[in-house]
């Protein structure tokens, strides 16, 4: 391991994906009555975390087809760190419901099963 910590000073594992659904702590600007702490039950974009760095959208695409979310999803935003040429080991991936949000969060919850090797796991 290389002994790197997070932001609470644990130590990293990065061996397993970490999903989380991903909840804006502000309101987009341009619609002002949305409401930033929406009930679980209305979550439809979820994080998943510990992405290997070498992973690039059509992986992140091909993982969910594989894992049985194919055509659940209409949006994928996987940041780049354009000086390294690699994504920053995370994605948002907006489902189609909320119902695909829980179970991707559920099946991919721990997931290690990577195409690419990767010093995550």
Known sequence: ESGMLNRKGKKKSGSVAAVEPAVNSEPP????????????????TIMLRNLPNDYSRDDVIELLNQQGFGGGFDFIYLPIDFKRCASLG???????????????FEKLQGFKEWKLASQKG
């Not at 600007?29 to 439809?44: D, F, I, T, Y």
């Not at 948002?92 to 829980?102: H, Q, R, W, Y």
């Open 29 to 44: 600007k341009s619609e002002p009555e949305a409401n930033p702490s929406k009930e679980r039950s209305e979550w439809v």
């Open 90 to 104: 995370y994605v948002f991936v907006n489902m189609t419901s909320n119902a695909l949000a829980e179970k991707v």
